[in-house]
Protein backbone atom coordinates (compact mmCIF):
# COMPACT_ATOMS: atom_id res chain seq x y z
CA UNK A 1 0.00 0.00 0.00
CA UNK A 2 1.25 3.03 -0.92
CA UNK A 3 1.35 6.05 2.04
CA UNK A 4 1.90 9.59 2.72
CA UNK A 5 4.18 11.69 4.04
CA UNK A 6 3.60 15.23 5.55
CA UNK A 7 6.59 17.31 7.20
CA UNK A 8 5.70 20.93 9.13
CA UNK A 9 8.67 23.03 10.56
CA UNK A 10 8.25 26.20 12.02
CA UNK A 11 10.99 28.52 13.42
CA UNK A 12 10.43 29.21 17.24
CA UNK A 13 13.71 30.98 18.37
CA UNK A 14 13.12 34.59 19.57
CA UNK A 15 16.27 35.94 17.01
CA UNK A 16 16.40 35.34 13.81
CA UNK A 17 13.49 35.35 10.77
CA UNK A 18 10.81 33.60 11.83
CA UNK A 19 9.37 30.49 8.54
CA UNK A 20 7.14 27.95 8.34
CA UNK A 21 7.15 25.42 5.75
CA UNK A 22 5.61 22.13 5.05
CA UNK A 23 5.63 19.52 2.52
CA UNK A 24 3.57 16.43 1.73
CA UNK A 25 5.15 13.44 -0.21
CA UNK A 26 1.93 12.02 -2.46
CA UNK A 27 1.67 8.23 -2.60
CA UNK A 28 2.71 8.71 -6.42
CA UNK A 29 6.33 10.07 -5.71
CA UNK A 30 5.18 13.50 -6.21
CA UNK A 31 5.29 16.41 -3.47
CA UNK A 32 2.69 19.50 -2.43
CA UNK A 33 4.81 22.16 -1.03
CA UNK A 34 3.94 25.70 0.87
CA UNK A 35 4.56 28.50 3.79
CA UNK A 36 1.18 29.06 5.83
CA UNK A 37 -0.10 26.91 8.39
CA UNK A 38 -0.04 26.48 12.03
CA UNK A 39 -0.56 23.61 14.64
CA UNK A 40 -3.18 23.86 17.63
CA UNK A 41 -2.62 21.79 20.55
CA UNK A 42 -6.24 21.46 21.56
CA UNK A 43 -5.57 19.55 25.01
CA UNK A 44 -2.32 17.59 26.92
CA UNK A 45 -1.96 14.18 28.12
CA UNK A 46 -0.02 12.55 31.11
CA UNK A 47 3.06 13.37 30.43
CA UNK A 48 2.36 17.38 29.52
CA UNK A 49 2.54 16.18 25.96
CA UNK A 50 -0.11 17.04 23.59
CA UNK A 51 -3.07 14.53 23.43
CA UNK A 52 -5.20 16.29 20.60
CA UNK A 53 -4.12 18.92 18.36
CA UNK A 54 -5.19 20.33 14.44
CA UNK A 55 -2.95 20.74 11.54
CA UNK A 56 -3.92 23.54 9.40
CA UNK A 57 -1.64 24.09 6.08
CA UNK A 58 -2.29 26.58 3.52
CA UNK A 59 -1.82 26.58 -0.31
CA UNK A 60 0.89 28.96 -1.76
CA UNK A 61 -2.54 30.85 -3.10
CA UNK A 62 -3.68 30.84 0.73
CA UNK A 63 -6.42 28.75 0.73
CA UNK A 64 -6.94 25.78 2.82
CA UNK A 65 -4.83 22.57 1.69
CA UNK A 66 -5.10 20.54 5.19
CA UNK A 67 -7.02 21.00 8.24
CA UNK A 68 -6.60 17.33 10.28
CA UNK A 69 -7.54 16.83 13.82
CA UNK A 70 -5.21 14.07 15.37
CA UNK A 71 -5.04 11.82 18.84
CA UNK A 72 -2.70 10.58 20.66
CA UNK A 73 -2.94 7.15 20.60
CA UNK A 74 -0.88 6.39 23.98
CA UNK A 75 0.67 9.10 26.07
CA UNK A 76 4.21 7.48 27.35
CA UNK A 77 6.08 7.06 24.09
CA UNK A 78 8.81 9.54 25.63
CA UNK A 79 12.27 9.34 24.03
CA UNK A 80 15.34 10.77 26.09
CA UNK A 81 18.38 10.43 23.50
CA UNK A 82 21.63 10.85 25.11
CA UNK A 83 22.29 13.96 23.28
CA UNK A 84 19.69 16.35 23.00
CA UNK A 85 15.97 17.24 24.49
CA UNK A 86 13.62 14.85 25.05
CA UNK A 87 10.83 14.20 22.68
CA UNK A 88 7.30 12.70 22.28
CA UNK A 89 6.72 10.58 19.36
CA UNK A 90 3.02 9.10 19.41
CA UNK A 91 1.52 6.69 17.11
CA UNK A 92 -1.81 9.09 16.19
CA UNK A 93 -5.13 9.05 14.40
CA UNK A 94 -6.32 11.64 12.19
CA UNK A 95 -9.06 12.96 10.36
CA UNK A 96 -10.24 15.87 8.38
CA UNK A 97 -9.87 17.47 4.87
CA UNK A 98 -6.61 17.13 2.59
CA UNK A 99 -7.39 18.73 -0.45
CA UNK A 100 -10.75 19.07 -0.56
CA UNK A 101 -11.36 15.41 0.30
CA UNK A 102 -12.45 14.01 3.55
CA UNK A 103 -9.35 11.20 4.85
CA UNK A 104 -9.11 9.39 8.40
CA UNK A 105 -5.26 7.46 9.02
CA UNK A 106 -2.82 6.81 11.40
CA UNK A 107 0.22 8.04 11.72
CA UNK A 108 3.03 9.82 14.07
CA UNK A 109 3.29 13.06 15.74
CA UNK A 110 7.07 14.53 16.73
CA UNK A 111 7.49 17.33 19.13
CA UNK A 112 9.75 18.35 22.11
CA UNK A 113 7.55 21.21 23.85
CA UNK A 114 5.94 20.43 26.84
CA UNK A 115 2.97 22.40 27.81
Same mark, same amino acid.
Request: charged share 10%; aromatic share 14%; proline share 9%.
Given at each position: ?? $? $?? &?? %?????????????? !? &?????? *????? =?? *? *???????? *?? +???? +?? !????? #? #??? /????? #?????? &????? &? @????? /??? %????????? =???? =?????? $? /? @? @??? $????
Amino acid at each position: NP $H $HA &VG %FVTQIYNTGPRYTY !W &VKRNAN *GTNSC =GT *G *GNIVIKSY *GS +ANYP +AT !WTINL #K #KPN /GSQFM #KLNGTA &VSSNQ &V @FSPPI /GPA %FFEPTANYT =GPLN =GLPVTG $H /G @F @FET $HLTK
